[in-house]
């Protein structure tokens, strides 16, 4: 696709649900990033993938929060047990190369907003 | 890992003044050097980056950028701000690993 798409754009859950966002990154794009962002926090490190693999994932908060990717495209991030700390815009993000491998420019969905009640 | 500072975290200015938003980052290898902007209710856009060459970098809608290597730093600028400026600006830095970001500047342009 043109952009890096996020679903669903909105989401509200029970405290104790699990969910699940999606990230379509850009075609071709080989490194994929999740980071969260909470109000007055700025933008928080989750993982980071290469191909399928992810060779950084020490952002994530709890083993609650795990993520795959599939077929170097796809990817999705899921909550367990959510907790109302986990509110906040879920962004993905996707780039050619990833780091270490030359210069190159990280481009940003529009996020998921995830609200806990 | 390398992390990255942003000053003043809130910023409220008039039309037409110049605005200069600092950054900070520690991280001892060849970095990649970015700002993005976040308008209110809009996803993060990327406003301009530095790879390498030439240290003042220029962006979209009049913003540049200056990487001072001896100071660790990649401040931005704007000579005469609009009310559209209002924004939130975000430094970010890549290493060899994650590309990360300092907590933001909110930017309040008053017409």
């Known amino acids: 696709g043109a952009g890096v798409s996020q679903s669903p754009s909105n989401k509200v859950t029970e405290k104790g649900k699990d969910v699940e966002l999606r990230c379509d990154p850009i075609?071709?794009?080989?490194?994929l990033y999740w980071y969260r962002q909470s109000l007055g926090q700025g933008l928080e490190f989750l993982i980071y993938?290469?191909?399928?693999?992810?060779?950084?994932k020490s952002g994530l908060p709890s083993d609650r929060f795990s993520a795959e990717r599939t077929g170097g495209s796809v990817s999705t991030l899921t909550i367990q047990r959510t907790q109302q700390e986990d509110s906040a815009v879920y962004l993905c993000?996707?780039?050619?190369?990833?780091?270490?491998?030359?210069?190159?420019?990280?481009?940003f969905g529009e996020g998921s907003w995830l609200t806990v009640v | 890992a390398q992390s990255v500072s942003q000053h003043n975290h809130h910023v409220i200015l008039s039309e037409a003044a110049s605005l200069e938003l600092g950054c900070n980052y520690s991280?001892?290898?060849?970095?990649?050097l970015f700002w993005y902007v976040q308008y209110p209710g809009q996803h993060l856009q990327l406003l301009l980056k530095?790879?390498?060459?030439?240290?003042l970098v220029k962006g979209i809608k009049g913003f540049e950028a200056e990487f001072i290597k001896s100071k660790f730093s990649f401040n931005l600028r704007k000579p005469s701000v609009q009310w559209s400026d209002t924004a939130e600006y975000f430094c970010?830095?890549?290493?060899?690993?994650?590309?990360?970001f300092g907590k933001g500047n909110q930017v309040v342009v008053i017409p």
């Open positions: 993000a996707s780039s050619l190369r990833g780091p270490g491998q030359g210069a190159d420019t990280i481009y």
């Open positions: 075609s071709g794009h080989t490194a």
């Open positions: 993938f290469q191909g399928n693999s992810a060779p950084d």
């Open positions: 991280y001892g290898g060849t970095v990649n």
């Open positions: 530095y790879f390498s060459g030439d240290p």
């Open positions: 970010a830095v890549r290493g060899n690993n994650r590309l990360a």
